[in-house]
């Protein structure tokens, strides 16, 4: 029986659509069922009923009595040993009450879930009753009591952590307690804390000597090295904001960042002067200049800028500590302002790692990419020691065992794609680890297992948090009985952040439903630089706060919680962003790029996993101009010149690595792009891959 359930519409207007269709229904009612099968041609599977796989029957009709000489009749209900059907659900009128079961596929359902669906049906009913012009969007399903605990119990994760100090007060006051203590150890350099805090303490001085001031902004764009974090260290000193920028990045997207953000100051390194775009502000070498801003130093004594650098650099808690650029749907990349609660709020007194002066913490991502926030201010606040990982390290096949083992590496974090890598290889680079995070996409549990398996024997963390939630925002300790439903959950909330799992119109579902994942708690970002429109759009007034002025993310994501802890579970997304090697990727800014080449007249690309491998990959659909197609597409428009055309603009995990040539892009009935019947690519096919180089030895 197909019926269309309105939010907007009353019970009563509901229940008036499903009289009516089933009057229709009922005068076609003796058509045969194997004709109906016949007609559709439904596409069989063993595992479920091909038309239809769940079932509601109402008997309402009195009993016949039948009535034998001699013979007193009882009815006996029957008990099905296997279920037809994934849900019957039976109800049978007497006199004034209704009263039924639910038939479930235990192959589908846990007992807890189909008494929780009871539960539900019978609030429903209730609500129902209670209101029959109620509007469909406003009937409830959760008692309070359950409400209460998806709300609040959920998400009691207050607790202390310095949410008052800065983060370079903190590291002061590290430094000043094991002064000679390694601070961190890179290619270039090993530093004590004591001279960690020396250095970045005089580019401070300089720094601030040139205007920087509380959220002033001083883009970075430096290789990962001692000299990055000492200039990370520095600017924060002189009470700006740093500004990470990949230096792999192509120069249009450097250029973008700049234009948009306007930072006064940029510091790099004098090897990258050619590889960066003109910039208008003070441009600082910090290996060529050093010497020289020693001696300003020196010459300028006790002024007010060293003062202001002993004192803090007039930084607060709320003021801005960093501005990191994620992908943007609209085509260009977009700012997200973190400030030093948030930093703190990740690293000090949270419940999922403590890290101390025994870790040595591995730096192996990208300042530009958010987790380098985890490993960097999580080593230097925590008097552990920061060593830096060459990223040579982290993709040869052995490179990261040998590093893990001569640094003695006690914690380390990388995306999903790395770790079933890693894991692929043998996983011996992170057997010895005491802490290993994960994170950043969907997780197939089987890798998983596979090390717990080969006998890993510290804490697995799988990890989960946008940039606006400040790295993250959930974590899931993983064990082996954690690992077999489809995919190991994101989690509970650390420390100080709270979860809702919320419909479309921002009302809380239960447990096992589908909705969208809304952040909350002292991770928040500031919001969006330079976009306040779309800082509005995400970040929307928290309306289960009891204080006045919270306020909470958007993810995107689509999630349930799991009943009994309530952890999170991703299902997926609800807008066209997706994440590749662990970059958070909008596929609209891919598409945008695209269509911008000249030859290009449609593009579609789309996320999946097509190399057996179960890393994701980013195909382009494209759809000549006439013009182009009539001289047989030209290489204007193909593969190889529209990837190097694509590279020219995005940083290399942007850019498909797949291109498949269509005259046309099939279309939904409403005109969009059905994306569900674009072709899978052909890898055999030339012209889609990067030229394939055959292996020269085992490595």
């Given at each position: 029986l197909r019926s269309e359930v309105k939010a907007e519409?009353?019970?009563?207007?509901?229940?008036?659509?499903?009289?009516?269709?089933?009057?229709?229904?009922?005068?076609?009612?003796?058509?045969?069922?194997?004709?109906?099968?016949?007609?559709?041609?439904?596409?069989?599977?063993?595992?479920?009923?091909p038309l239809y796989q769940v079932m509601f029957v109402l008997q309402n009709t009195p009993p016949e009595v039948l009535e034998l000489s001699g013979l007193t009749l009882k009815s006996v209900n029957s008990i099905s040993e296997a279920a037809k059907f994934d849900l019957v659900l039976t109800l049978v009128e007497d006199g004034e009450e209704l009263g039924g079961t639910l038939e479930y596929n235990t192959d589908l359902f846990e007992a807890s879930t189909a008494r929780r669906m009871l539960e539900h049906f019978g609030n429903l009913v209730q609500s129902i009753v209670e209101g029959p012009q109620r509007r469909l969007a406003e009937l409830e399903i959760m008692s309070d009591a359950e409400r209460r605990t998806v709300l609040e119990?959920?998400?009691?994760?207050?607790?202390?952590?310095?949410?008052?100090?800065?983060?370079?007060?903190?590291?002061?006051?590290?430094?000043?307690?094991?002064?000679?203590?390694?601070?961190?150890?890179?290619?270039?350099?090993?530093?004590?804390?004591?001279?960690?805090?020396?250095?970045?303490?005089?580019?401070?001085?300089?720094?601030?000597?040139?205007?920087?001031?509380?959220?002033?902004?001083v883009a970075l764009c430096m290789e990962r090295s001692a000299r990055l974090?000492?200039?990370?260290?520095?600017?924060?000193?002189?009470?700006?904001?740093?500004?990470?920028?990949?230096?792999?990045?192509?120069?249009?997207?450097?250029?973008?960042?700049?234009?948009?953000?306007?930072?006064?100051?940029?510091?790099?390194?004098?090897?990258?002067?050619?590889?960066?775009?003109?910039h208008w502000g003070q441009t600082i070498f910090v290996d060529a200049d050093w010497e020289g801003m020693r001696s300003l130093d020196e010459a300028a004594g006790e002024d007010e800028a060293a003062r202001a650098v002993s004192s803090g650099g007039g930084a607060s808690a709320d003021g801005l500590a960093y501005v990191i650029y994620t992908s943007g749907s609209t085509g260009r990349p977009k700012g997200v302002m973190v400030t030093h609660r948030n930093v703190l709020r990740l690293v000090c007194g949270t419940d999922y790692v403590r890290l101390g002066p025994s870790d040595v913490v591995a730096q192996a991502s990208n300042a530009s990419f958010d987790a380098a926030t985890f490993e960097l201010w999580g080593a230097l606040l925590s008097g552990a020691r920061l060593h830096g990982v060459a990223t040579d390290a982290l993709l040869t096949p052995g490179g990261l065992e040998r590093a893990a083992r001569e640094a003695g590496l006690t914690t380390l974090f990388v995306t999903t794609a790395l770790f079933n890598q890693l894991v692929r290889e043998?996983?011996?680079?992170?057997?010895?680890?005491?802490h290993l995070l994960f994170g950043g996409q969907a997780v197939d549990p089987r890798p998983v297992r596979r090390l717990l398996e080969a006998g890993f024997g510290g804490r697995l963390l799988h990890v989960y948090g946008p940039t606006e939630a400040t790295t993250f925002a959930t974590w899931q300790q993983v064990t082996l009985a954690g690992t077999r439903g489809a995919t190991v959950p994101i989690g509970l909330p650390i420390a100080n952040t709270t979860a809702h799992v919320l419909d479309a119109r921002m009302r809380p579902v239960p447990a096992g439903a589908a909705g969208e994942l809304y952040l909350g708690g002292e991770g928040l970002a500031r919001g969006y630089l330079n976009a306040a429109g779309l800082t509005a759009e995400r970040f929307v007034p928290d309306p289960f706060s009891p204080e006045g002025g919270a306020r909470l993310y958007r993810t995107g994501d689509v999630v349930r919680r799991r009943a009994g802890r309530g952890e999170v579970e991703f299902v997926g997304r609800r807008d066209e962003q997706v994440k590749v090697r662990g970059f958070r990727v909008e596929l609209g800014e891919v598409e945008a790029a695209l269509r911008a080449r000249a030859g290009v007249a449609e593009c579609a690309v789309v996320a999946g996993e097509w190399g057996g491998d179960g890393d994701r990959r980013l195909v382009a659909y494209v759809v000549a101009d006439t013009g182009a197609r009539a001289h047989g597409?030209?290489?204007?428009?193909?593969?190889?010149?529209?990837?190097?055309?694509l590279s020219r603009s995005l940083p290399d995990y942007m850019v498909p690595s797949a291109f498949v040539f269509m005259d046309e892009l099939p279309l939904t009935p409403n005109g969009k792009v059905d994306r569900r019947a674009l072709p899978e690519p052909d890898p055999a096919r030339p012209e889609l891959e990067r030229a394939y180089v055959a292996p020269r030895n085992g490595t």
């Open positions: 519409e009353s019970f009563r207007g509901l229940l008036a659509q499903v009289r009516e269709v089933c009057l229709g229904a009922y005068a076609h009612q003796d058509v045969p069922f194997e004709k109906l099968v016949e007609e559709l041609q439904p596409e069989r599977d063993l595992s479920r009923s119990g959920w998400n009691r994760t207050r607790a202390d952590f310095p949410r008052h100090s800065t983060i370079h007060r903190l590291f002061s006051r590290r430094a000043a307690l094991s002064p000679d203590a390694p601070a961190l150890s890179f290619h270039d350099a090993s530093l004590t804390y004591a001279q960690l805090d020396s250095r970045s303490s005089l580019l401070a001085r300089h720094l601030r000597r040139l205007g920087v001031r509380p959220d002033t902004l974090v000492v200039s990370i260290l520095g600017v924060l000193k002189a009470g700006g904001a740093y500004l990470p920028l990949d230096p792999s990045y192509p120069l249009e997207r450097l250029s973008l960042m700049l234009e948009d953000s306007q930072p006064p100051v940029l510091l790099t390194q004098e090897g990258l002067s050619e590889r960066l775009p003109a043998g996983g011996g680079a992170l057997m010895g680890l005491r597409a030209g290489p204007g428009v193909s593969a190889s010149a529209l990837r190097e055309e």
